[in-house]
């Protein structure tokens, strides 16, 4: 069952960071899996980005860019250090295979409450994506977040440089097509654009029809997986 975290408004400097904490927090308390570093990163930049195509902001200051391996921002490790200083995750390390060092996120003590309130909207948004993002391969989670229009817009730039770009901030509005490299082909592109969006309407639009989707199956979705999980026993 997941947690769920009520709103509480906080207006205070420190607001954005505990929001970010708040979202850490429910990710790992509602995940059926322990997550590594790259993980988080990616679960908090999706949820950031669609956050974005909901509601036209951000829910924190995070400013994702470019790092070799996908989107980055250091804020969110310094609010995994953080949670892990409260007691509230715990975080493992192990040397990998390549000779690395491994991260492993697990939730372990429910924080006080009204310390990391998540808003309502934000936590609409989290379950989506940990509803998204919980059966997928690690792989999966990299690919899911490179899927994302500010990401492929640099991978198709790289792709025409042969080099990657790295340090560039990662426009969270963008949700039309990735970077072209003639004057016609992004003409083409727009007119593309502007036909899906006669179509589907607006872009917010067609997010909101996403997340409602997956409103209105989630009952489905709940009885299909007790089914399941019936069967499996």
Request: charged content about 30%.
């Amino acid at each position: 069952m997941k947690m769920t975290l009520m709103h509480k408004e906080k207006n205070n400097p420190s607001s954005s960071f505990n929001e970010l904490k708040s979202l850490l927090t429910y990710f790992l308390a509602n995940s059926e899996k322990e997550l590594g570093r790259t993980e988080i990163m990616k679960y908090v930049y999706s949820f950031e980005y669609y956050f974005y195509q909901m509601y036209g902001k951000q829910l924190t200051d995070l400013k994702f860019n470019r790092y070799r391996y996908g989107p980055n921002e250091s804020v969110v490790l310094d609010a995994v250090s953080g949670l892990q200083e409260e007691g509230i995750i715990q975080v493992s390390k192990d040397e990998n295979y390549y000779g690395r060092l491994s991260y492993r996120h697990k939730f372990v003590m429910q924080p006080r409450a009204g310390s990391y309130d998540l808003p309502e909207q934000a936590e609409f948004v989290a379950s989506f994506i940990l509803d998204r993002l919980g059966n997928e391969s690690y792989e999966g989670v990299i690919n899911f977040a490179y899927s994302t229009p500010p990401m492929a817009e640099i991978l198709k730039e790289e792709e025409l440089v042969g080099s990657k770009i790295l340090g560039r901030v990662l426009d969270m509005s963008k949700t039309g097509p990735v970077f072209k490299s003639t004057r016609i082909q992004k003409e083409e592109a727009r007119r593309r654009l502007k036909a899906q969006q006669r179509e589907r309407g607006s872009d917010e639009e067609y997010y909101g029809h996403l997340l409602n989707q997956y409103i209105n199956f989630e009952d489905t979705r709940g009885r299909a997986i007790i089914a399941e999980s019936n069967l499996s026993e």
